[in-house]
């Protein structure tokens, strides 16, 4: 075929203007989806009242009407700043915030006298500053948003956040209790009325870390020794890292009193490892290490006592909750209890009993949902949140540089493993922890570390997704970003 014969390409027929096509379709799906999501929100707010007060009050749907108006502005500043994002994790987290914000109404129904009810403003109570902490939260990371163009400057940082990181884990653990302990776990800082869960934007700080680390270093810990079993399993003066680690995760176990917490830190580091290295070696060597770390920490609390004690009697309640049911074991029974009312179906938004149920608006919202929505309800929420997780490895694998499928890998794992602990706690599979469910437990310090978590795989998912074109235009990486050199070419790829 000559050269004549070869029809013009069109700029619509371009791969950047397809491209750019494309985001904005996308920014459309997600639009679309987003007021979908309020949609089930208000329905879930006007089911509420109709089972807990016989009537659905004219102001019902004010609270939808609010988030929606907050995630619509963070909508926009996603369609300015990160076009290219991938459009399925806003409607998702949104969705997930409303059911909560909608369950705390719920929860302030409950508590109030039935003369109350009817009267009960939809801005007051537990629902309310649920509200206040969500507009909090989406301004933070539209904030985040506006201020990283690229996730690569990050690693400019890493050492200093690793320090942030380390600092904000121990501060609860050196106070005294009456600043830093509630229900047991050293996880706070208080100071006057107002408190702070340091721990919740540690995570991220070490995540940025750890994968700034392990890009570094990951040549030489995939280096091997020997092979058992067919496992190639690493060299012994490369296991420094990871001791370090597991030492700091039970020094978190002991002195905070918090499983959860340390499964936490020591979990997204190991996977963090494998995925740099994809050896199965080291998620077997975390394995040992973290549960032969606790069963340490319980032969030690039943006989030393002292620090480990505390560790000793959770488990010893998650062996068996009913010997004390109506003391130590309470809280763990009426969570079963709870879920096993609501059955397959649930006894409907609005027809349970969520005062009975201690701590219902923190560490067992997702039990006091489940009494009203049942297992199946309570399966769709997981789906909710697996969907999160699968977005946020979805841009692990698209993103062109290391440091960017280390980081979207940890926090999409991190996620994932917050939720395990939580659900795998009220529902005696693992000992009970002192997490938060993600977007749906009362509480600014886990909203708002949550919301910075989707803000940082909204901007990598931004950069996997946006257009490359070989000339190296403005297409080819995102504004503001710093040079390609931070880690070698941008096309540099690790196979997850």
Same mark, same amino acid.
């Given at each position: 075929?000559?050269?004549?014969?070869?029809?013009?390409?069109?700029?619509?027929?371009?791969?950047?203007?397809?491209?750019?096509? $494309?985001?904005?379709?996308?920014?459309?799906?997600?639009?679309?989806?987003?007021?979908?999501?309020? +949609? #089930?929100?208000?329905?879930?707010?006007?089911?509420?009242?109709?089972?807990?007060?016989?009537?659905?009050?004219?102001?019902?749907?004010?609270?939808?009407?609010?988030?929606?108006?907050? &995630?619509?502005?963070?909508?926009?500043?996603?369609?300015?700043?990160?076009?290219?994002?991938?459009?399925? #994790?806003?409607?998702? +987290? !949104?969705?997930?915030?409303?059911?909560?914000?909608?369950?705390?109404?719920?929860?302030?129904?409950?508590?109030?006298?039935? !003369?109350?009810?009817?009267?009960?403003?939809?801005?007051?109570?537990?629902?309310?500053?649920?509200?206040?902490?969500?507009?909090?939260?989406?301004?933070? !990371?539209?904030?985040?948003?506006?201020?990283?163009?690229?996730?690569?400057?990050?690693?400019?940082?890493?050492?200093?956040?690793?320090? !942030?990181?380390?600092?904000?884990?121990?501060?609860?653990?050196?106070?005294?209790?009456?600043?830093?302990?509630?229900?047991?776990?050293?996880?706070?800082?208080?100071?006057?009325? &107002?408190?702070?869960?340091?721990?919740?934007?540690?995570?991220?700080?070490?995540?940025?870390?750890?994968?700034?680390?392990?890009?570094?270093?990951? *040549?030489?810990?995939?280096?091997?020794?020997?092979?058992?079993?067919?496992?190639?399993?690493?060299?012994?003066? /490369?296991?420094?890292?990871?001791?370090?680690?597991?030492?700091?995760?039970?020094?978190? $176990?002991?002195?905070?009193? /918090?499983?959860?917490?340390?499964?936490?830190?020591?979990?997204?580091?190991?996977?963090?490892?494998?995925?740099?290295?994809?050896?199965?070696?080291?998620? %077997?060597?975390?394995?040992?290490?973290?549960?032969?770390?606790?069963?340490?920490?319980?032969?030690?609390?039943?006989?030393?006592?002292?620090?480990?004690?505390? @560790?000793?009697?959770?488990?010893?309640?998650?062996?068996?909750?009913?010997?004390?049911?109506?003391?130590?074991?309470?809280?763990?029974?009426?969570?079963?209890?709870?879920?096993?009312?609501?059955?397959?179906?649930?006894?409907?938004?609005?027809?349970?009993?969520?005062? %009975?149920?201690?701590?219902?608006?923190?560490?067992?919202?997702?039990?006091?949902?489940?009494? *009203?929505?049942?297992?199946?309800?309570?399966?769709?929420?997981? +789906?909710?949140?697996?969907?999160?997780?699968?977005?946020?490895?979805?841009?692990?694998?698209?993103?062109?540089?290391?440091?960017?499928?280390? %980081?979207?890998?940890?926090?999409? @794992?991190?996620?994932?493993?917050?939720? &395990?602990?939580?659900?795998?706690?009220?529902?005696?599979?693992?000992? #009970?922890?002192?997490?938060?469910?993600?977007?749906?437990?009362?509480?600014?310090?886990? #909203?708002?570390?949550?919301?910075?978590?989707?803000?940082?795989?909204?901007?990598?998912? /931004?950069?996997?997704?946006?257009?490359?074109?070989?000339?190296?235009?403005?297409?080819?990486?995102?504004?503001?970003?710093?040079?390609?050199?931070?880690?070698?070419?941008?096309?540099?790829?690790?196979?997850?």
């Amino acid at each position: 075929m000559t050269a004549a014969a070869v029809p013009a390409a069109s700029p619509a027929s371009t791969g950047e203007e397809s491209g750019v096509r $494309l985001a904005r379709s996308r920014r459309n799906a997600e639009l679309s989806l987003l007021l979908l999501a309020m +949609v #089930l929100v208000a329905a879930y707010a006007a089911m509420i009242e109709a089972k807990a007060l016989d009537t659905i009050t004219p102001d019902f749907w004010i609270p939808a009407a609010a988030l929606g108006l907050v &995630f619509l502005g963070l909508h926009l500043v996603i369609r300015w700043l990160a076009p290219y994002a991938d459009p399925a #994790l806003l409607p998702a +987290v !949104a969705l997930l915030n409303g059911i909560g914000v909608g369950f705390l109404r719920r929860y302030d129904l409950a508590k109030a006298t039935p !003369a109350e009810r009817e009267d009960l403003a939809v801005f007051a109570g537990t629902g309310g500053r649920q509200l206040a902490w969500t507009l909090a939260a989406v301004v933070l !990371a539209a904030a985040l948003l506006a201020i990283l163009r690229d996730h690569r400057s990050l690693s400019r940082y890493a050492y200093t956040l690793g320090l !942030a990181g380390i600092v904000l884990v121990m501060i609860p653990a050196v106070l005294p209790s009456r600043f830093s302990e509630i229900n047991g776990a050293k996880l706070w800082i208080k100071f006057g009325g &107002f408190s702070i869960q340091p721990g919740e934007f540690a995570k991220l700080a070490l995540l940025t870390f750890f994968a700034y680390y392990l890009v570094r270093k990951r *040549e030489v810990l995939s280096l091997a020794s020997r092979r058992v079993l067919g496992i190639d399993f690493p060299r012994g003066r /490369d296991l420094g890292p990871v001791l370090v680690v597991w030492l700091v995760s039970l020094l978190v $176990l002991i002195f905070e009193k /918090d499983l959860g917490t340390s499964l936490l830190y020591f979990g997204m580091f190991v996977v963090t490892l494998y995925i740099a290295t994809e050896r199965v070696s080291w998620l %077997l060597i975390g394995l040992i290490l973290f549960f032969g770390g606790a069963y340490l920490a319980y032969v030690l609390g039943s006989t030393v006592g002292g620090p480990f004690a505390n @560790f000793y009697d959770r488990a010893q309640i998650w062996l068996d909750p009913f010997a004390e049911p109506y003391d130590r074991g309470y809280q763990l029974v009426q969570g079963l209890l709870t879920l096993g009312t609501g059955g397959l179906f649930g006894a409907g938004p609005g027809g349970g009993q969520p005062a %009975l149920l201690p701590e219902v608006q923190t560490d067992f919202i997702f039990a006091g949902i489940g009494e *009203e929505i049942g297992l199946f309800g309570l399966s769709a929420l997981l +789906v909710i949140y697996l969907l999160i997780v699968e977005r946020g490895l979805r841009a692990a694998l698209a993103v062109r540089d290391s440091f960017g499928k280390l %980081l979207a890998g940890g926090l999409a @794992f991190t996620l994932g493993l917050q939720v &395990f602990v939580i659900v795998g706690g009220i529902s005696k599979l693992i000992p #009970l922890t002192g997490q938060t469910t993600p977007f749906l437990s009362a509480g600014g310090s886990s #909203l708002m570390a949550n919301w910075l978590l989707i803000a940082l795989l909204l901007r990598v998912s /931004d950069g996997a997704r946006r257009p490359v074109t070989g000339g190296g235009g403005p297409a080819a990486r995102p504004a503001g970003g710093p040079p390609e050199q931070l880690h070698g070419a941008q096309t540099e790829v690790i196979r997850p």
